[in-house]
């Protein structure tokens, strides 16, 4: 993978984003791509939550390491 | 209903194909529609997710180690830590195409005209999928033809990312997801026991996870909890037999026996359903 430490703050950044949405989708604040247009959507909010934990994962490996 | 899905869920014939079609060959009264229809399949996928995780408790816990090892340290360093990365790779895709493309896709092709349609179709693919092996294999024997086929921890990233994006075929009914599964990992030069261990291990976060958000269903008024237990643990004891005959099956064995009772099952379903049986 390639390493720079813009590309893992930009993951980082992307992880909160998505843990925002995921908060949004469980509170039932953000209804967009949904069956239902009302309540919280827990199928959503679950989703998001991984992509926020894969992009933080990501972002650890974008990551340059220092040499110990 | 239990038997039924526990077994097919794991084989490469669709489970979703069956569930809609054999209900309206035998006129038994289950209908997609009913409230309690959505819980009673949340319990049958969480038996068989219960199957899998019991099937490969070992490595999970290997693989859920080598995750937040991996995860935490940024670096992958053994073959548990890889596979732990290639099924997040792989579980993403299917997981987005699920949520916001599931409900919609099966909803329109909920028939068992158009799931018996899919099952000939699933059947030419896993057909396709061994063609396409064999003819990378001529002229080498059956055991060599295996030990040149890499293990699951050896496949590459995009290709399990594709693999996994493949199993949002199987919202149509009558598409097998482990068929799918299977034959990529084949095409992704996987043996066939191993396509198999890649396909069932990526199937257990799905299931798992779609079963378990469905949970509070579970807890509606007019739900048959007991019975409905009950078909689950039916359906786990299925699955966690299929499992393990599928495993020791693709020592040696392929998909063409499937596709062709694909094929078969279609045609037949076909021709009962239009001469209204």
């Known amino acids: 993978m390639t390493k720079s430490n813009g590309l893992a703050v ?35 909010a679950v989703l998001f939550a991984v992509l926020a934990v894969a992009s933080f994962v990501a972002a650890n490996f974008a990551r340059p390491k220092t040499a110990v | 209903m239990g038997l ?61 180690r080598g995750f937040f090892t991996a995860a935490i340290r940024g670096q992958i360093r053994n073959d548990a830590e890889r596979l732990a990365m290639l099924l997040l790779v792989g579980t993403i ?8 493309l599931e409900h919609r896709i099966k909803s329109l092709f909920a028939s068992p005209y158009v799931a018996a349609g899919f099952l000939v179709v699933n059947g030419f693919l896993m057909l396709g999928f061994e063609f396409t092996r064999r003819r990378a294999e001529r002229g080498v024997s059956r055991e060599e033809q295996e030990s040149h086929f890499a293990q699951a921890e050896r496949i590459s990233f995009v290709a399990a990312a594709i693999v996994g994006a493949c199993q949002a075929l199987a919202f149509l009914p009558g598409i097998s997801r482990s068929g799918v599964t299977i034959g990529g990992g084949l095409l992704a030069g996987l043996r066939h026991q191993e396509a198999a261990r890649f396909s069932f291990l990526l199937a ?16 509606k008024s007019g739900v048959p909890i007991g019975e409905y237990i009950a078909a689950a643990v039916l359906s786990g004891i299925a699955a966690y037999a299929s499992a393990r005959f599928l495993l020791r099956y693709f020592r040696s064995g392929r998909l063409d026996p499937y596709g062709i009772y694909c094929i078969a099952a279609g045609l037949v379903s076909l021709a009962l359903l239009e001469f209204g049986w």
């Open chain 2, 4 to 64: 039924l899905q526990g077994a097919s869920e794991l084989f490469p014939v669709s489970s979703l194909g069956h569930a809609v079609i054999v209900p309206s060959l035998l006129h038994w009264s289950f209908k997609q529609s009913d409230p309690s229809f959505v819980p009673f399949l949340v319990l049958l996928h969480l038996g068989t997710a219960t199957a899998l995780l019991v099937l490969y408790r070992d490595q999970w816990v290997v693989i859920i």
């Open chain 1, 10 to 44: 930009g993951l980082g950044v992307l992880g909160v984003v998505f843990l925002v949405i995921a908060a949004l989708y469980a509170v039932g604040l953000l209804q967009i791509l949904t069956s239902e247009n009302s309540g919280p959507h827990y199928k959503h």
């Open chain 2, 204 to 219: 257990t976060p799905v299931i798992l996870g779609a079963g378990i958000v469905e949970v509070p269903g579970l807890f």
């Open chain 2, 93 to 100: 895709p299917a997981a987005i195409l699920g949520v916001f």
